[in-house]
């Protein structure tokens, strides 16, 4: 069974202060690994979708990166409004369009 | 354009009435999911519609039926809900196959059974 497990639950920040969230994944082949931002009411937003061990892809303050077991969403210098939940999901090869979510880190970044 | 839009984004019912929530995205893609998402949780999938034919249902309880029209658009049909399924709605739709699968989520339709 495919498992996704995020780590901090939680992370809080002074603005400027740079951090990671891990993202560690147990899964029979992947397919791709997805990031998305999740702010309170709203639907997921789709940050970075990551393919191959190695891989890196970075938008404004975020860059996420692959390894073979876990992925990382570094965020440098934050902003108050980078604040969100943070969601990582799978998808396994023969998945057939499922995708196994995260529980998210849940990130404040204080001014 | 990655964008997918849902309609209404706020559903209050009670346990006798029908409704339905509306899903459109003009991507060209050919999947579309329904999820399920209570506060603090991830969001839980529910229906999978690939080139317009149910292609995953996640044992729902029949009082959710879905239905997808053409490619382009998918239904929620709601029937004597109970409060439990009080929860955002959200829809969500990608290519098939290939290199290309992002799954793109809608706004989200917040439901409220009484």
């Known amino acids: 069974e495919d498992q996704v497990t995020q780590s901090p639950e939680a992370l809080r920040l002074q603005e400027g202060e740079s951090s990671s969230l891990n993202c560690s994944y147990t899964v029979s082949g992947l397919r791709g690994l997805f990031w998305y931002r999740q702010d309170p009411g709203k639907g997921p937003e789709f940050l970075f979708t990551?393919?191959?061990a190695g891989e890196e892809k970075e938008k404004e303050r975020l860059k996420a990166t692959l390894t073979k077991k876990e992925s990382f969403l570094h965020i440098t210098a934050p902003k108050p409004e980078d604040s969100a939940t943070y969601l990582c999901a799978v998808r396994a090869s023969g998945g057939y369009q499922k995708v196994t979510f995260g529980t998210g880190t849940k990130l404040q970044v204080i001014p | 354009d990655t964008e997918v839009t849902q309609t209404p984004k706020h559903l209050v019912m009670g346990m006798t009435n029908k409704k339905s929530l509306k899903c459109e995205q003009h991507m060209g893609h050919r999947a579309m999911y329904w999820y399920k998402q209570k506060a603090k949780k991830p969001p839980e999938l529910m229906f999978v519609?690939?080139?317009?034919?149910?292609?995953i249902n996640e044992s729902v309880p029949s009082r959710f039926s879905p239905e997808c029209p053409n490619s382009s658009l998918l239904n929620l049909h709601l029937h004597a809900l109970q409060p439990e399924d009080s929860a955002l709605y959200l829809c969500?739709?990608?290519?098939?196959?290939?290199?290309?699968?992002?799954?793109?989520f809608g706004p989200g339709t917040r439901l409220t059974v009484l």
């Open positions: 519609y690939s080139y317009e034919k149910l292609s």
């Open positions: 969500a739709s990608s290519q098939v196959g290939g290199r290309t699968d992002t799954q793109y």
């Open positions: 990551l393919y191959s």
